[in-house]
């Protein structure tokens, strides 16, 4: 399994931008994805998640401003950024969780990580 991450970079406050990760991997089914952020010096937190029938979770922090989406028949993540904050700056990581078709075991999966920076 491959996650794939972009769209990151460089907006003023108040400004939008769209991450997306593309996961790869036939013999897999992938259930819950989700955003992390990691800003300097701190651990890595959890943004937004979605389940693959389409239950959303949101930290407070991006409640109203973020939104959280896929695409299953694309196996794609998706995260709309608007109202951006200098406190949105960080790493986002995408996560898979993924369940092997053949063995059914579930797996954890991470993408390479995409920076995005919000400046005042």
């Known amino acids: 399994v491959q996650l794939q991450a972009s769209g990151g970079g460089s907006v003023q406050a108040g400004g939008s931008l769209r991450l997306s990760c593309a996961a790869s991997?036939?013999?897999?089914?992938?259930?819950?994805m989700g955003w992390y952020r990691q800003a300097p010096d701190k651990q890595r937190d959890l943004v937004a998640s979605?389940?693959?029938?389409?239950?959303?979770f949101y930290d407070d922090s991006v409640k109203g401003r973020f939104t959280v989406s896929r695409d299953n028949a694309k196996n794609t993540l998706y995260l709309q950024m608007n109202s951006l904050k200098p406190e949105d700056t960080g790493v986002y990581y995408c996560?898979?969780?993924?369940?092997?078709?053949?063995?059914?075991?579930?797996?954890?999966?991470w993408g390479q990580g995409t920076q995005v920076t919000v400046s005042s």
């Open positions: 996560e898979a969780q993924a369940i092997s078709t053949s063995t059914f075991r579930q797996y954890a999966y």
């Open positions: 979605i389940t693959s029938d389409g239950s959303t």
């Open positions: 991997g036939s013999r897999f089914t992938f259930t819950s």
